[in-house]
């Protein structure tokens, strides 16, 4: 099984590989499931069921020379350092 930090780290690596240098905003869709766990160990945050998203509900990353940004809900957290695995 995969450890869920690396497995967050990567599907926020491959989503802003894919956006690259384009500007705008890019929309990637997935899971519920996969927002919160993504959200909580980018954001280090331990979220439960209330924090379940709701419907159409987003969470954000961003990179620049600082390094990641992600947000979900009131949970900001800038300069994330991208791992390499």
């Known amino acids: 099984m995969a450890d869920p930090a690396q497995a967050a780290h990567l599907l926020v690596q491959h989503m802003l590989c894919t956006a690259g240098t384009s500007p705008g905003i890019h929309v990637f869709v997935t899971h519920d499931s996969l927002i ?3 959200a909580a160990r980018m ?28 947000a979900y ?7 994330i350092a991208l791992r390499t695995v």
């Not at 209330?50 to 990179?63: G, H, K, N, V």
């Not at 809900?73 to 300069?79: A, D, W, Y």
């Open 36 to 38: 919160t766990a993504t």
């Open 73 to 79: 809900r009131s949970h900001v957290v800038c300069g």
């Open 43 to 70: 954001v280090g945050a331990r979220l439960g069921p209330e924090d379940w998203p709701w419907y159409l509900e987003a969470a954000f990353f961003s990179q620049d020379d600082d390094g990641i940004s992600a």
